[in-house]
């Protein structure tokens, strides 16, 4: 597997399941890849295992969720091994998360820059005033136009993308080596998609950042990423580079593709993706 | 993924478990028994259902469990503490106790079932209109529905009966007069948020007619919070009814009312406990029962936790 | 271009919410119109009033000015039973759409007893059929199906009382891809037997040129082009909105995307 400069996380045999009242429920069925400083799609429907392979790496895959693996290893320490207050260490300020939307994910009752100073001072234990002017520098590094007006507001008076905007500079604050993003931008609209996927770009190459953007849109992922994981069933079906997308081999992926519609090809009828169950059992 | 639960199951209970019904019974039925098999699971919500069943048996088989009149007295056998002939003890004019608790939960239950038929539809009826057509009429329903709530609830039911004279039926008139107002909030607050659902827009744009839609479509969402708060708020009934017995406002003597039973027998409180705390802690027991049976049903019933 | 009179004219439409100082203009001045048996795509993003113009045309929002003419005849706020039985509406929310404690056979058969309609059962049944469901769906409940085929019951529902105009308010953003594909070409061969006419809003531009003749991209509240799907093809949109739709949807740009980067 061809990856950008050392390995930063590296993730053999994941395992996620829920035990509930109706038997297990397999949502990861051991999967493994390697990221270095790049960036790294994985894509998948509902109930791929996405969402549950980025909340695992940093433990936040609560009970009756069980997470189990060979090896989580990040920059070399093995996840697993270490406590909840080591952990707590790490989450946050050297791997961070961004979710889908920030209506959801940032406290409505704190304005902004309460926020990106409380999560600041957390992991660096910095004075309040040099919080204050690392939330200012990170909100103008997210190229918002007038700090100082955002760092006063709350949640709800900023629009998706602005919201959006904020939880990256809330999350990138204490600079951390990995983002995982969990669906980053599906709740924007298309054209502030770009603004903000283009800022993420920006800052995750200047820093020499990994990426993981987890995300259902296959042409999104594919343009914006390095390398590309497709998931199915809880299983990695198929890894490529991004550019290579097109020339996928795996039937499911392929179904995926032929099945979008675009502008550029009209057809009569788009083929629909008819699943193979031995895709399930691991190709 | 719903997944059948016993594939293996004895005939009817595959019936009703079947994911693909072939009829609107068996898909009614079939989703009540879930829920039955749901509320079997909570253990207190079994404990309070086990009282509250137990309570309608003893309203129906009182003559059977407890054989005798309730009002015979016998004066020389005033006050005898719990024994092998009286159960419960007797009281100060020599009736038994045992017998007089087990008919009198056939009085406490006439009063609770009342007021339950009087106050939900009620409750729900205006609650749900106020709700759907907001407006004036939201306005001029809640406003009087905030007068009855301002008002305790205990005080309010003294003031009625006062009006309307002591008496069992007049008790069960009071107590429903001021126990409604919260059966309006909650059905009001549950339809506003439903109002703007798209499955409500969806029938609105067949053509439904306002009454239809409230009543075929909103209503029986709004029943599930009217239920639980009906079942909860048992206990505070039977405590109003009790209140109004033990001042004398509510069934008169010689009706075995538990209310009425505690006041008379506050006098012989410390000698002899028994006259007084028996009717109490069936008050209690029955209470609880109901309590627990209406967090159960939340359990179930409550949609955001399906 | 046939000279007939259009079966769905819009004019002048406008929506205010919200009055005095706060009010917000959701739909300014908007003019279109929809031939019968054609397909009229509204494109736009958040707050740009498509779904707004969508709930003023079926007769759920009554608030709203101008003139909305549907088969000939111009329609008041409150719409009567006739119009609803001619224009029908799909939501989004494949999860929101169906009563939660309806079966399907309810949810199907509520339409029909409003308008009295004869033969229920036969209806329910071809109903299901032509959407894609067998009769083992007939007696479940929403929450126990998936996503997409809770779209085709809302479809199926939508289409019971045989509309002419179908209103659809992005019917496959909610689904997954793979089920996307299968609901667009469940609409598309509907379209055909049934000879329907719909206008389709979304944010998804490729969705729209897939299933639609005609566009108009709106923005805040205005539409500020209207085109027919050849000329988006061929690349050709005038207005620089519709323009920035049309690279968007093609997919990430670093090089336009740090343009647009500067401008935020």
Known sequence: MASAGSSLLSVEDLQVRFRTRHGVVEAVRGISFELGREKLGIVGESGSGKSMTGRAILRLVSPPGEVEAKAIRFDGVELQGLSEPQMRRIRGKRISMVLQDPKFSLNPVMTIGAQIVEAYRIHTGAALVAARRRALDMLTAVRIRDPERVYAAYPHELSGGMGQRAMIAMMLAPDPDLLIADEPTSALDVTVQMQVLAILDDLVTSRGMGLIFISHDLNLVASFCDRVLIMYGGRIVETCRAAELHQARHPYTRGLLASLPRVDRPVDELPVLRRDPSWAQGA | ?306 | MTETRPILSVRGLSVVFGSGAEAVEAVRQLDFHVAEGEWYGLVGESGSGKSTVLRAVSGLLLHWSGAIEVAGQSQAPRRSRAFHKLVQMVFQDPYASLHPRHTVDRALSEPLAIHRMESADRRIERALIDVGLDSSFRYRFPHQLSGGQRQRVAIARALILEPRILLLDEPTSALDVSVQAEILNLLRRLRREHGLTAVLVSHNLAVVAHMCERLGVMQNGEMVEELTVEQLRAAAPQHPYTRELLSASAGYDRRMAAELAETA
């Not at chain 2, 749900?128 to 009855?148: C, E, K, P, Q, S």
């Not at chain 2, 839609?213 to 079942?231: A, D, E, F, N």
């Not at chain 2, 406990?273 to 109901?290: H, K, M, N, R």
Request: glycine share 10%; net charge neutral; hydrophobic share 55%.
């Open chain 2, 1 to 306: 993924m719903s997944a059948s639960l016993d594939a293996q199951a004895p005939g009817w209970r595959a019936w009703l478990l079947a994911q693909a019904p072939q009829s609107r019974l068996q898909a009614r039925l079939g989703s009540l028994y879930l829920g039955w098999l749901l509320l079997l699971a909570n253990p207190l919500a079994l404990v309070g259902m086990a009282i509250v069943v137990a309570l309608l048996l003893l309203a129906i088989f009182a003559p059977l469990l407890a054989p005798g009149s309730p009002y015979a007295q016998d004066l020389t056998q005033r006050l005898l503490p719990p024994s092998a002939e009286h159960w419960f003890g007797t009281d100060e004019l020599g009736r038994d106790i045992y017998r007089r608790v087990v008919h009198g939960g056939r009085v406490t239950l006439t009063i609770v079932l009342l007021v339950a038929i009087i106050v939900a539809p009620v409750g729900l009826a205006i609650g749900t209109a106020a709700g759907y057509f907001g407006g004036l009429l939201d306005t001029v329903l809640m406003r009087t529905t905030d007068i009855f709530l301002a008002f305790p609830r205990l005080i309010l039911a003294l003031a009625f009966v006062a009006a309307l004279g002591p008496g069992i039926e007049n008790a069960v008139i009071a107590i429903a007069l001021t126990a409604w107002p919260p059966y309006a909030r909650v059905a009001r607050a549950e339809t506003l948020t439903l109002r703007e659902s798209d499955f409500i827009s969806a029938v609105r744009l067949q053509g439904a007619s306002s009454l239809r839609i409230l009543i075929r479509h909103v209503m029986p969402l709004c029943l599930s919070s009217v239920i639980i708060r009906v079942t909860l708020d048992m206990a505070g009934i039977i405590l109003t009814a009790a209140g109004l017995g033990f001042l004398g406002l509510g069934a008169q003597p010689p009706i075995p009312e538990w209310g009425a039973m505690v006041s008379s027998g506050r006098s012989f409180l410390l000698d002899q406990w028994w006259v007084a705390t028996i009717p109490g802690i069936a008050i209690f027991v029955v209470s609880l029962g109901f309590n627990l049976l209406g967090d159960g049903l939340r359990d179930v019933l409550d949609p955001k936790q399906r």
